[in-house]
């Protein structure tokens, strides 16, 4: 409780309320010394399953959060037995524990940004919508983790389409890569199989609701990816410097070379969430996140950011099984590298 004047108390302050003679109050500390006003740091919410070893999933976030400089706070949806080498095992937790964990964080703290990462049911899928539906979740970015890199099916079929119609429709971004926007089109629809069809599609699923979309372009052939950003402007007309455009949705693209390596474990979650700290920190300083300038420059940041943590990691030799393995990515190469000059 403050201690400002409330309906019903005496104007005189408790003795309680008087600062002692030999502690000085706060209104008679010099001004540096002061804490100033609702002093905080940006607060990112990540709402997506475990990873044990460590490269994806929660794990990951809350590295990539604290190497991108926000405080990470998570909401956990399933325990995952996983490695580098594969998935063996997912335990689903109650869905009401996991409306008990967003109560406890949102109930407490004021979350800037969130990302979706492991959301396995359609009622998991509900729940994120509805405290999103509620301005509870800041900035959401949804990374539709549906097929693991081994194969394992990490989705109900039914939360699959919720994500669909429910989720992907809300949200400020979604990060899909080719598998996953295909099956975010529909059960039918083809893989992007060029950079042509990739636009077509990050079109047209910003069409169906989201307000941006970063297709990814790693699952294509080459030593170049293009990864794009289509982000809805509806009629507004008037020219965007650095974009392409097609109708009611621009266009940027981002091109950058492929980093030779077998270590990608926990890539999308890394992006993901170096794009959901990067957006703390721009909601937290005031920054129009409707803006689409803003979003891409967002999204440049943590492409670079992922880049360096790539690059750091292509070298590592971490499983003790090093064939087959798909080790993760280095997310404290900034932090490392800092300590490595001192």
Known sequence: ???????????????????SSDQPSTRDQPAAHRPPAAHRPPVALSIAGTDPSGGAGIHA??????????????????????NTHGVSRVYPIDTDFVADQFDAVLGDMPVDASKT???????????????????????????????????????????????RDLLAPVADLITPNLPEAALLLGDDAPEAADVAQQRAQAVELVRRGSRAVLLKGGHMDGDRLVDV???????????AEGW?????????????????TPHTHGTGCTLAAAITAEAAHAVRAGRDMSSPDTVAEVVATSLSYLARAIGSGATWRLSLDPEDAHGPVDHLVDVTREHSLT
């Open 1 to 19: 409780m403050t201690a400002g004047h409330h309906e019903g108390a005496s104007d005189q302050p408790s003795t309680s309320d008087q600062p």
């Open 61 to 82: 976030d809350l590295k990539t959060f604290t190497a991108r400089a926000v405080y990470g706070t998570t909401v956990i949806t399933a325990l995952v037995a996983q």
């Open 117 to 163: 990462g492991m959301l396995g049911s359609r009622e998991l899928v509900e729940l994120a919508h509805y405290n999103h539906s509620h301005g509870l979740l800041g900035f959401l970015t949804v990374d539709p983790v549906m097929v693991a890199t081994s194969g394992h099916r990490l989705l109900q079929r039914d939360a699959v389409s919720a994500v």
């Open 229 to 239: 950003l289509a982000v809805r402007v509806g009629n507004d007309t008037s020219a």
């Open 244 to 260: 392409g455009r097609d109708g009611d949705v621009l266009l940027r693209e981002f091109h950058h070379p492929r980093i030779a």
